[in-house]
């Protein structure tokens, strides 16, 4: 069985990817299941698809966790822990990314024992969700890459999946799609789909207990000694957090513990202070807090209101 998962964010079709690879394999003789994971459809949020595809019926369902092939689309993603890209990564498992990046640059910053591939990024935008083409693009390499799919099988595939779009759309897609399945000709047949997964090869992962430290020695201190008090990084802020204390619960360790710079400390009465004179302005503490009690205000807005 194939396994493959493809990695983007919401608007660089990667549900389209699964859809059209998933195709291509049906067409290739193969049982097939494709289908998109994501949350709230937002535009630029981190998305996966995946595809399943095997000669016999496939009774695995849910998520992909360990694939056989990786494909991510906008490589500003690899290093967002939310996005998942390398979970279940292992020896078995190529990865492929479309980056300017050379594969050794990211071999040696990733630190995999499996193969990275680069499928050479085009375009240059200023909104990461408008790669043009990039689902196509994904989907074509992953098929060459699979060895298993003919350019007959792919052009099907894009045109039963797109052809609603119009000709013109169509065309568009397959040139990217062929000219990326032709990149991969020297690769192709490197993804082996071959892995077995079974209940009784799960282990219970050792757990390393950490002792809890006071938070004056596991959290950032600004006004500690060997710091830069006297440097002002609240001049950089563009956007202010200000803390509605009437909706405020008092958890106290919830948005002073995730303040990378320790600009927010604890009353006597649990109540969060912000250091605006050091905070930067990266709004954590507004994106942790559960009774979304702190909100983001533009620096402008706050200064001219006495915001303070």
């Known amino acids: 069985m194939f396994r493959i998962r493809f990695h983007g964010r919401g608007g660089q079709g990667m549900k389209t990817a699964s859809r059209i690879l998933g195709s291509a394999f049906f067409h290739a003789g ?3 299941q494709d289908a998109p994971r994501y949350g709230a459809e937002r535009r630029g949020a981190p998305i996966f698809a995946y595809v399943r595809a ?12 360990q694939a056989d092939l990786v494909v991510v689309a906008d490589d500003t993603l690899v290093p967002v822990p939310a996005a998942g890209v390398l979970a279940g990564c292992d020896v078995d498992t190529v990865l492929l990314i479309n980056s300017h990046d050379s594969a050794d640059a990211w071999r040696g910053r990733l630190n995999l024992q499996g193969p990275v591939l680069i499928l050479p990024a085009q375009e240059d935008v200023g909104d990461r969700a408008e ?3 990039v689902g196509a693009t994904c989907a074509g390499a992953a098929a060459r890459l699979c ?10 595939a894009v045109k039963d999946e797109l052809g609603h779009l119009g000709e013109r759309i169509v065309a568009a897609n397959l040139e990217r ?7 991969m ?14 209940a009784e090869q799960w282990q219970t992962p050792e757990w390393i207990d950490l002792s809890f430290e006071q938070a004056d020695l596991s959290a950032p201190a600004i006004h500690a000694g060997l710091t830069s008090e006297v440097q002002k990084t609240g001049l950089w802020r563009t956007m202010r957090p200000v803390v509605d204390y009437e909706r405020c619960n008092r958890c106290w360790w919830v948005c002073s513990t995730f303040c990378p710079d320790g600009a927010i400390r604890v009353d006597e009465e649990n109540y969060p202070q912000i250091d605006y004179d050091h905070c930067k302005g990266c ?5 942790q807090c559960p009774p979304h009690a702190i909100t983001a205000v533009a620096e402008h807005t706050a200064a001219a209101g006495g915001e303070v």
Request: aromatic content about 6%.
């Open 30 to 32: 193969f049982e097939v």
């Open 54 to 65: 095997a000669r016999e019926p496939i009774h695995e369902r849910g998520v992909i966790r």
């Open 131 to 133: 790669l043009p083409y």
């Open 147 to 156: 060895g298993v799919i003919e350019p007959t099988h792919l052009e099907l």
């Open 177 to 183: 799609t062929t000219q990326a399945y032709q990149l």
């Open 185 to 198: 000709t020297e690769q192709a047949g490197l993804v082996k789909g071959g892995r077995r997964l079974s």
């Open 283 to 287: 709004l954590i503490c507004v994106a």
